[in-house]
Every structure is written in C-alpha cells, then in structure tokens.
C-alpha cells in the first residue's frame, strides 16, 4: 500500500506557483520522497526526490518538513503544459526499490 | 532518444488470444520492472528483474502472466489467454541500484474484445 496522502485534485492560474502537498506521516528514516507526474497516455516522468534536505532542479522544488512526515512540490512558474497527475511516492531503496503509487494529485492549471 | 522503449503501443486482441509486449530498458540499467495501470489508478507493480533474475512478483501476476528477461537486457511480459480485466496500461521502467530514479516507458495499452 502507498505510504502517501494526497488530496484528489487541485488548481492553480497559469504563471503562479503550483504547490502540492503530500502527507507521509509513517515514513522511515532510510525512504525517500520521488514526486512523478504523468500526463494522459504517457508514462511517469521523473520530477525530483530528497530525504531530508530541499531539493531544486530545473523542474521543481521540493520541500520537506522537519520532522520528514510531510512535503511540498513547487512548480515555480505553472504552465498549462503542467496540468497532470502528480504522484508522491514514499521509496525505501534497498530490497528491490520498487515505487508504490497511489492515486496521486490532479493538477489543472487554468489559464 | 535513448529513454525506455516499449513496442508494441497499443494492442487489441480477442478474449482468449495470447499477447506479447517487449521492453528496451536504458542502456546499462540493470534493474527492470514491470508495473500495469487501469482508467483513474496509479500504476500497480508486477514483477522486478536484476539483470536476468526476477527476484519479486506481486500477487498481481496470476498464473497467465510470466516475464523474462533473458539477457539481462529487454524483457518481455506475455498475457497468455487473455481476459477483458486484463485491459490496460502495461507500463515498464528501468533504473540503476540506489537512489537512482526509475524511468518510463510510455507503456502498451492493451484492449481485450
């Protein structure tokens, strides 16, 4: 079962910051967040992933609480291109390190 | 491009009928998984290759599924006598040991009539 809560669906105005939350309140002290979206008959596609520390790349930024039960995807500058479902994934990288999704986040950026 | 390929994209076969989906990982990944995903779900895990060892299935693999890898390279998932539950997206990806992220393929939808 996916170690994350996220609500269903969100908006947000074309050019303001996307920000998604993500709650994973059991996550262990060796797991990682990933943050993938996928846009309609496309595979996932790789955002960004951290443990403890904030992550930037030229995607996004990913904020993680403190205490590491939670996060926060920001999309600096939404496009309607960024309109897809955003899956937060809690990922223990031993063993086989294999992702789990859930049902993830819909994103609809309004122009 | 040199991402993940999977071939074919789509497939439509007759209940019954036996399909065969291949997958090129990226070159020099050496783990492979295979993950399927119906209307309005996330992708659900099937089975985890290293090299050419399937080291896990999910229970999701029922007894028509088998995937091999017999290189250590592609992979190949068959769906033998087919089901309209079988119906779906049929999605692989590939990444190195570690951290490193797992990549995508665009999948194979498969519509069983």
């Known amino acids: 079962d996916a170690k994350t809560t996220q609500p269903p669906s969100m908006d947000c105005a074309e050019g303001r910051a996307a920000n998604l939350p993500c709650n994973h309140s059991?996550?262990?002290?060796?797991?990682?967040v990933y943050w993938y979206r996928q846009i309609h008959s496309q595979g996932p596609q790789y955002i960004i992933h951290?443990?403890?520390n904030n992550e930037t790349n030229e995607m996004a930024s990913l904020i993680i609480t403190e205490d590491r039960k939670s996060s926060t995807l920001i999309l600096p500058h939404a496009t309607l291109r960024d309109t897809a479902v955003y899956y937060c994934?809690?990922?223990?990288?031993?063993?086989?390190?294999?992702?789990?999704f859930g049902k993830g986040i819909t994103l609809s950026v309004r122009p | 491009d040199t991402g993940v390929s999977q071939n074919p994209r789509h497939k439509i076969t007759k209940r019954g009928q036996n399909v065969t989906f291949r997958c090129d990982p990226i070159?020099?990944?050496?783990?492979l998984y295979w993950y399927r995903q119906t209307l309005g779900q996330g992708p659900e895990f099937l089975t985890y290759?290293?090299?050419?060892?399937?080291?896990?299935k999910s229970r999701l693999l029922s007894d028509r599924f088998s995937a091999e890898r017999p290189k250590g390279s592609f992979s190949t998932l068959e769906i033998q006598r087919t089901e309209q539950g079988d119906s779906a997206m049929y999605l692989c990806?590939?990444?190195?040991?570690?951290?490193?992220?797992?990549?995508f393929g665009n999948g194979t939808r498969l519509t069983v009539t």
């Open positions: 070159s020099e990944h050496n783990r």
């Open positions: 290759f290293q090299n050419e060892a399937q080291l896990e």
């Open positions: 059991t996550i262990s002290g060796n797991e990682y």
């Open positions: 990806a590939s990444t190195l040991p570690g951290i490193s992220p797992l990549h």
């Open positions: 951290g443990l403890k």
């Open positions: 994934i809690v990922r223990d990288t031993g063993a086989n390190s294999k992702l789990t």
